[in-house]
């Protein structure tokens, strides 16, 4: 069967969107980092890797980005999940808990709800919201906010459902393996590129994009490593790297860039 690498441990997002993308047949293989998700998929212990690349409410995931620019990978899917939040203890009720666990991107999620509900609860930082289930289960006067997985993993009653302050908070994730995809007649294109630092530099850049019909979806710049106040910009948009006026603009985009890496064409995901 096919083997699949993710930021574990089991019961987090990142294996529920594995599973939303291939289904119940491959092997699922947590991970402690991100950086493992790329290595195992760089040495071919397993086919393909899982990683989170950016919330709707909480931004982007500058490891993963930092990684894609790093190393030889390709993606060559997203996944699109909807982010539920629930707060699970092993207790029937909220009156006996006297901390809240989650991982921080959670309890920012929720804080209007924690505000409101258990202002004066501690609320504790850890590794994953897996990691916070697990707490809660050990100890009846922890509370968890985690998803669903969590909480059958480790048994754990729902004591308030869907407590994220966004309702549409959604997670992206991205698929990575060694080759590209195929075209599927729906497909964007990721690179991350740089341009010299001087003036209207940015828009010579995405000039071609225009100018060859290709719609671009998102704009990200992230500190470069090179040196102090250069940057480094991810770019995603509509089309295959295959297509005619794709390639045409990629062409004349590596004319006016300093440094551009096409991170890969694959299909885009539904929600």
Request: net charge negative.
């Amino acid at each position: 069967p096919l083997k699949v690498a993710y930021l574990g441990p089991a019961g987090t997002f990142s294996e529920s969107a594995s599973r939303k993308h291939f289904g119940s047949a491959p092997t699922f293989m947590p991970t402690l980092a991100i950086d493992d998700v790329f290595r195992s998929v760089e040495a071919g212990t397993v086919d393909y890797g899982v990683v989170p690349v950016e919330n709707s409410t909480e931004g982007a995931v500058g490891r993963t980005l930092d990684l894609l620019l790093a190393n030889p990978l390709k993606i060559c899917g997203e996944v699109k999940l909807r982010i539920h939040q629930h707060l699970l203890s092993r207790a029937d009720g909220m009156g006996a808990a006297r901390r809240v666990y989650s991982h921080a991107q959670s309890l920012a999620q929720c804080q209007e709800w924690l505000n409101r509900n258990l202002p004066s609860l501690p609320r504790v930082p850890v590794a994953s919201n897996a990691e916070a289930a697990r707490l809660a289960a050990e100890d009846p006067e922890s509370v968890a906010i985690a998803g669903e997985a969590a909480a059958e993993l480790y048994g754990l009653n729902i004591l308030s459902a869907n407590i994220e302050d966004d309702p549409n908070n959604t997670t992206r994730f991205l698929v990575i393996c060694q080759h590209g995809a195929g075209p599927s007649g729906k497909d964007k294109t990721s690179l991350v590129c740089s341009t010299p630092n001087r003036a209207g530099a940015m828009h010579k850049l995405l000039q071609p994009l225009a100018e060859h019909g290709v719609s671009m979806t998102k704009l990200q710049s992230r500190p470069a490593r090179s040196g102090l106040w250069e940057y480094v910009y991810y770019i995603d948009f509509e089309g295959h790297e295959s297509d005619p006026k794709v390639a045409a603009a990629l062409q004349a985009l590596d004319q006016n860039a300093s440094f551009v890496k096409v991170l890969g064409s694959y299909p885009v995901a539904a929600l």
